[in-house]
């Protein structure tokens, strides 16, 4: 069945840098847009960042724009998040999620937006 893996999450002190992937499997997301969220002890989940499929557009939440850069790899089937300067309240379990519509673009939708694939989560903690 088709699955998404995260990777990378772990302990690192405020000001560090991580870099997360999410491996695709069970079918191809080569032509589908991919993102990750995220959500803190007690918060609701929320976005993160989000590439459109072919890795030309890219759109991130105000809190991590300038620190996130999110990327993909479609002949690897891997998308990943490289995060620097890190800080406390980036703390919380990351989430990769797809879209299930190939080619599919709207600049306008919210970013969650035919978001059906998600993986089970890594968890990101950032002490001061």
């Known amino acids: 069945q088709v699955q998404l893996v995260e990777s990378g999450g772990g302990l690192v002190q405020a000001g560090g840098s991580l870099r997360l992937s999410c491996a695709a499997s069970?079918?191809?997301?080569?032509?589908?847009?991919m993102g990750w969220f995220r959500q803190a002890p007690g918060k609701e989940r929320e976005f993160v960042a989000r590439?459109?499929?072919?890795?030309?557009?890219?759109y991130y939440a105000d809190s991590v724009k300038g620190r996130f850069t999110i990327s993909r790899d479609n002949a690897r089937n891997t998308m990943y998040l490289q995060m620097n300067s890190l800080k406390p309240e980036d703390t919380a379990v990351y989430y990769c999620?797809?879209?299930?519509?190939?080619?599919?673009?709207?600049?306008?939708?919210?970013?969650?937006?035919?978001?059906?694939?998600w993986g089970k989560g890594t968890l990101v903690t950032v002490s001061s």
């Open positions: 069970g079918r191809t997301f080569s032509r589908n847009a």
């Open positions: 590439i459109s499929w072919s890795g030309g557009s890219t």
């Open positions: 999620a797809a879209d299930s519509r190939p080619f599919h673009s709207n600049m306008y939708a919210p970013p969650s937006s035919g978001m059906d694939y």
